[in-house]
T-cell receptor, first 110, second 113 residues
Framework: NAGVTQTPKFRILKIGQSMTLQCTQD?????MYWYRQDPGMGLKLIYY???????DKGEVPNGYNVSRSTTEDFPLRLELAAPSQTSVYFC?????????FGPGTRLTVL | DQQVKQNSPSLSVQEGRISILNCDYT??????FLWYKKYPAEGPTFLIS?????DKNEDGRFTVFLNKSAKHLSLHIVPSQPGDSAVYFC????????????FGTGTSLTVIP
């Protein structure tokens, strides 16, 4: 089991560019999540999904979009990157109230 | 609105002594609580959890205590080891509500050899 994998590990974007952060899990978990962690802050939920075809907003969804076409994949899309989106992004999946996290993507928007 | 709070950003403890990390929450509907450990450049990893029907859960050197009336939980690490040096996050959720988890801001623990 690879668990939860995220790509890329690092990325620098220019203001206004777009990109997709990839997340894949091989544990057949129905629940998947995207968080961002800013320096000195906790993890803030961006979007989550309770199963393929179903997504919902978390605490900080503005500027992001997600899709969930399969159980395994949960990509996060940034359409118009802004400096406020500079952060570390974590994808997670869960079963029975325990979350499993990927290693994170460090994104810088300049 | 921060529903889960960790008021101590950092904590230093001598090796072999007890580490106590604290966490407070505001939403009385939370009924499941977790602690995660995070090393630099890695994702958080699950450490220990407790359901609201219990007041204590123990796993080896790690014990979590829950005081529902005070809306407070704590993580005890005994004895502390240098490898425990990491950032610890507490998290809370309401079971069967989409499994949304709310995280505290983290406490950076340093165990001094």
């Amino acid at each position: 089991n690879a668990g939860v994998t995220q790509t890329p590990k690092f990325r620098i974007l220019k203001i206004g560019q777009s990109m997709t952060l990839q997340c894949t899990q091989d544990m057949n978990h129905n629940y998947m999540y995207w968080y961002r962690q800013d320096p000195g802050m906790g993890l803030k939920l961006i979007y989550y999904s309770v199963g393929a075809g179903i997504t919902d907003k978390g605490e900080v969804p503005n500027g992001y979009n997600v899709s969930r076409s399969t159980t395994e994949d949960f990509p996060l899309r940034l359409e118009l990157a802004a400096p406020s989106q500079t952060s570390v992004y974590f994808c997670a999946s869960s079963i029975d109230n325990e979350q499993f996290f990927g290693p994170g993507t460090r994104l810088t928007v300049l | 609105d921060q529903q889960v709070k960790q008021n101590s950003p950092s904590l230093s403890v001598q090796e072999g002594r007890i580490s106590i990390l604290n966490c407070d929450y505001t939403n009385s509907m939370f009924d499941y609580f977790l602690w995660y450990k995070k090393y630099p450049a890695e994702g958080p990893t699950f450490l220990i959890s407790i359901s609201s029907i219990k007041d204590k859960n123990e796993d080896g050197r790690f014990t979590v205590f829950l005081n529902k009336s005070a809306k407070h939980l704590s993580l005890h690490i005994v004895p502390s080891q240098p490898g425990d040096s990491a950032v610890y996050f507490c998290a809370a959720s309401r079971v069967n509500t989409g499994n949304q988890f709310y995280f505290g801001t983290g406490t950076s623990l340093t165990v001094i050899p």
